[in-house]
């Protein structure tokens, strides 16, 4: 199965191919108030390189966030597009399960039993979301939501002392409070708190095969 992933609900604006939940290509920009004139050259350029076009692809996959809302609304619109002229299927993913699926290449995954994904909403606010991970896919068990910080860490205390691995600039942001809150706590390397087209498109995937599309 082909997949055409985009991401531009963060300071990424990112777009990826895979097959299946291995990437063929993917190509990206941090220049978050270029996203609406990098995007479709970027999708433009990887069409070319991999000499696919959009009728090719058996799936489409967009960030819907939380994040930019300017860049969400980019990215949906353009996925819209495209569905409207291929008449092909499309899986929202949010941003926060995209930082789930960035865990999986961490050397700290193996030894948690959930993954805590953290978008810093600013103002000790941040977007959260609890995941439970089986072999290489994430369950959501805790409702995604949006809170301050202590509120968060209150309504996970029940976690205290499970394995969590913590993922997205949230973390890094509070990661000495979450260290004292959560006895055995580990954070992911600092390049997997960035969200990529690429995960968006794993992601997509299994939502696929789980009947999670339109």
């Known amino acids: 199965m082909k997949i055409l992933a985009i991401d531009t609900s963060s300071k990424v604006c990112s777009v990826a191919i895979l097959e299946d939940t291995q990437t063929i290509i993917e190509k ?3 220049k978050e108030t270029t996203h609406s004139e990098n ?6 350029s990887l069409l070319k390189m991999t000499k696919l076009t959009l009728a090719d692809f058996d799936l489409f996959a967009c960030c819907i966030g939380p994040g930019s809302f300017t860049g969400v609304r ?3 619109a ?3 597009a495209f569905c409207d002229v291929t008449k092909k299927q499309v899986a929202s993913v949010s941003s926060l399960e995209s930082l789930a699926y960035n865990t999986l290449d961490s050397h700290y ?6 993954v805590l994904s953290m978008i810093d ?3 000790d606010n941040v977007y959260y979301g609890l995941f439970q991970r089986k072999e290489n896919t ?3 068990i805790e409702e995604l939501g949006a809170k301050e910080i202590h509120t968060v860490i209150d309504l996970l205390k029940k976690y205290h002392t499970s394995p969590i691995l913590f993922v997205g600039d949230g973390s890094k ?5 979450l260290q004292q809150s959560f006895s055995r706590a580990t954070f992911v390397e600092e390049k997997y708190n960035k969200q990529t087209a690429s995960n968006i498109g794993k992601a997509g995937y299994y939502h696929f095969l789980q009947g999670n599309v339109r």
Do not use: C, R, W
């Not at 995007?39 to 433009?44: I, R």
């Not at 942001?173 to 409070?177: D, K, R, V």
């Open 109 to 114: 995954t193996e030894d948690a039993s959930f």
């Open 78 to 80: 353009t996925m819209k």
């Open 39 to 44: 995007l479709m050259p970027f999708v433009d």
């Open 28 to 30: 990206h920009s941090e």
């Open 74 to 76: 980019i990215g949906v």
């Open 173 to 177: 942001t509070h990661q000495y409070l």
């Open 121 to 123: 909403a600013k103002n």
């Open 138 to 140: 994430f369950s959501l």
